[in-house]
């Protein structure tokens, strides 16, 4: 009897000690997971400031060759175009027929795609001439667009990124947007940096920072204070257009309309 009470006091107490390891190291695991899972704030600095044409409905902006690419919307002034960021003077332009609402672009290659909103369809240039190459066509809206280095990755204003390859454009795979678990909607312009997916969210100041990978939104930059009292015309639409400069690593940043292109650096002070 002594010895039966010894044993099961003797198991009991391990079982108390197992259960209390099992507690603090998974204390333990979950303190940097959580630590991992905040999302920061970023902050910037507006390094130089550039004139933008007030007439560009801007829905796609890239940076490549010291050149600022620009893709533009509306029913009848869709275009895309190359410009001089530091003059703003058009180099090279083509407009879109009426019926197309010209929507994100991107360049991949010696290429350059263009979305439209609601027609379905996209269309991809000669990055030199701006002659068309081919189009495509896709079942859902057309909103944003940048790349991986290896596939489009395309917004229609749901929390879904598409992956299409730029060859077969057959889509590959998808991946959500959420941040703390909840969907984030109204993806718009994209740009790809450095395994993250910057987007502006429409009808804010706000450029979501996204995972790839997982589509966790990881950080979020507000550029509400970026324009000033002063720039504002009375036709000055919502912030749209992320281009990245790789030399430097500066985002260059405007919106629909506005009178300003700013190059800026971010700064994460996680
Ligand atoms: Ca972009």
Partial sequence: MFLYEFFSKKYYLTGIMIILCIIIFNFACTIPTNADAEISSLSYQVLEVYPHDVKAFTQGLVWKDGLLYEGTGLYGSSSLR?????????????????????EGITIFKDRIYQLTWKEQTGFVYYLETFQLSE?????????????????LIVSDGTPILRFIDPVSLKEIKQIKVFENEKPVFMINELEYINGKIYANIWQTDLIAVIDSES????????????????????????????????????????????????????????
């Fill in 215 to 270: 589509g966790k939104v990881i950080s979020w930059l507000d550029l509400s204070d970026i324009l000033k009292p002063d720039d504002e015309n009375g036709k000055i639409d919502v912030l749209n257009g992320i281009a990245f400069d790789p030399e430097n690593e500066h985002l260059l940043i405007t919106g629909k309309l506005w009178p300003k292109v700013f190059r800026i650096k971010i700064f994460d002070n996680r």
């Fill in 82 to 102: 190359k410009t001089d960021l530091k003059t703003g003077k058009i180099l090279q332009q083509i407009t879109l027929s009426d019926n197309f609402f010209g």
């Fill in 135 to 151: 189009t495509f066509s896709y079942e859902h809206e057309g909103w944003g667009i940048t790349h991986d280095g290896e596939n």
